[in-house]
């Protein structure tokens, strides 16, 4: 046994010097490396880093100060000569009142004249006149209201707007002068119109009547008396026209 263990120690021997090298090499190659990562730049680096570009230096800003223009003076200009200039005349015109189913004791227009056609009428009553109840027409009314009311057509039944209707008489002790246009009241109709001249039921007898007039007060029907009555259920009276030349 110790012949053998003599024989294997010279072989052994590099094997050994090479492992303590190995062991010797190892605090040095990590000090190398250490070395190298504090220090970057160092020239034992094979591959430095690049090296940083420098910092642009903004300039300092530095504040001027504006010159101001200089001050402006107005320079007076010449005031033109002021001439008057006369206002313009005035010219009187007649007022325009319109008024529908409103009296009009005050309308400044020519009377309506009661002369009667030559030749007969354009237009005539289509029946005598009907008392019924204005609830037919707008419940809300009620008992509260009193009127004339009716519908305007021509000779084929269509309705005609825009012919007046004249409303006059006296009722209770109280005259009556009222003027609507056919058109006006649309719960009747296209050619409805319509009067108010109460606010409750009053009963009269041949004192009202109603007829149609052009644009100059001429009569284009005849004179359409009619009686009222005191009655809840009759404070409405009809009375329609219908062109007949």
Known sequence: ???????????????????????????????????????????????????????????????????????????PSPTPDY??????????????????????ENLETPEPTETNVP?????????????????????????????VAGRVVDEQNRP??????????????KRVDMTSL???AAQYGPSGYEFTIANQPIASRGSLSVRLLDQANLPLSERVVFDTFADCEKNLILIDFKKVR
């Open 182 to 184: 056919t058109g006006t």
């Open 119 to 147: 030749g007969g009428f354009t237009f005539m009553r289509q029946s005598d006149p009907q008392a019924i109840s204005i609830n037919l027409y707008d419940a809300s009314r009620g008992c509260g209201w009193m009127g």
């Open 160 to 173: 005609v707007t825009g012919i007046r209707v004249w409303l006059r008489g006296t009722l209770d002790g």
């Open 1 to 75: 046994m110790n012949k053998r263990d003599s024989q294997k120690s010279p072989r052994d021997l590099p094997w050994n010097l090479a492992t303590v090298f190995v062991i010797a090499l190892i605090p040095l190659t990590a000090s190398f490396f250490l070395m190298i990562f504090l220090n970057p730049q160092s020239s034992f680096n094979p591959f430095p880093p690049p090296t940083l570009p420098a910092l642009a230096q903004a300039p300092t800003a530095t504040s001027t100060l504006l010159a101001l223009p200089p001050t402006w003076t107005p320079t």
């Open 83 to 104: 001439s008057p200039t006369p206002p313009p005349t005035v010219t009187p015109t007649e007022p325009i009142i319109v008024i529908i189913g409103t009296p009009i």
